[in-house]
């Protein structure tokens, strides 16, 4: 049964820093893999999606890639500003199982 | 396109009565999931489904939940006979296919139990 664990839980930032945040699954067999934004009391919002025979992804300030190998996904956010403050969910997508999903990162950026 | 459709937003009842959250899904798209957020944990799956079909209902409670995605109209979770543990946020998704698109989430309904 697919397990997905996001590291850190939580994270706080000066605006401007580049940071990383990580993701990892004990099943390798993935379809792909799926980062969404959750502001509080909302929905999920979808920032990328990378398939299994892909490597990485990109959307503006934002670059997600994927290592099926070592069962390890990481989310780049470039310059960081007060709006990306919100959590972060990874998750990955099995057969039968559909998506797993991570406990997310809780994001501040400070102003 | 007007996106994952879900209603209400809010839904507020009484132990013992019964809850209906509806999802119509984004056009074009066949599969439906049902997820459950309960405060400070993660998203867990409950049900998937396909037209008049439940495909996977591993993640539903044995009791008193079920759902269904009809022919025509929205797919429905229902909840009978609540009780304060089944507040909590409840998602739908929906994708084209099982396995090459992402899913696209709804809004949710927060649901309260007094």
């Known amino acids: 049964k697919q397990e997905v664990t996001q590291i850190p839980a939580a994270l706080s930032v000066p605006e401007g820093e580049n940071l990383v945040l990580n993701c990892s699954f004990t099943?390798?067999?993935?379809?792909?893999l799926q980062w969404f934004r959750q502001d509080p009391g909302k929905g999920l919002t979808s920032l990328l999606l990378?398939?299994?025979?892909?490597r990485e992804q990109t959307s503006g300030r934002l670059n997600a890639s994927l290592d099926k190998s070592s069962g390890r996904s990481t989310l780049y956010i470039a310059a960081s500003q007060p709006g990306d403050s919100a959590t972060y969910l990874c998750a990955g997508r099995g057969g039968a199982d559909g998506l797993t999903f991570g406990k997310g990162t809780h994001l501040i950026i400070q102003p | 396109n007007a996106g994952v459709m879900q209603n209400p937003r809010h839904l507020v009842r009484r132990r013992g009565q019964e809850a209906r959250l509806r999802c119509s899904p984004m056009?074009?798209?066949?599969?439906v999931y049902w997820y459950r957020q309960l405060p400070e944990e993660g998203l867990k799956f409950m049900v998937y489904l396909q037209k008049e079909n439940i495909i996977d209902e591993s993640g539903m409670p044995k009791e008193r939940f079920s759902a269904e995605f009809p022919k025509e109209g929205p797919s429905i979770l229902r909840i009978q006979q609540v009780v304060r543990g089944d507040s909590a946020a409840y998602f739908c998704?929906?994708?084209?296919?099982?396995?090459?698109?992402?899913?696209?989430f709804g809004s949710g309904t927060r649901l309260t139990v007094v």
């Open positions: 998704a929906s994708s084209p296919d099982n396995y090459n698109y992402g899913y696209t």
């Open positions: 990378i398939q299994s025979s892909q």
């Open positions: 056009k074009g798209h066949s599969h």
């Open positions: 099943d390798s067999a993935i379809y792909n």
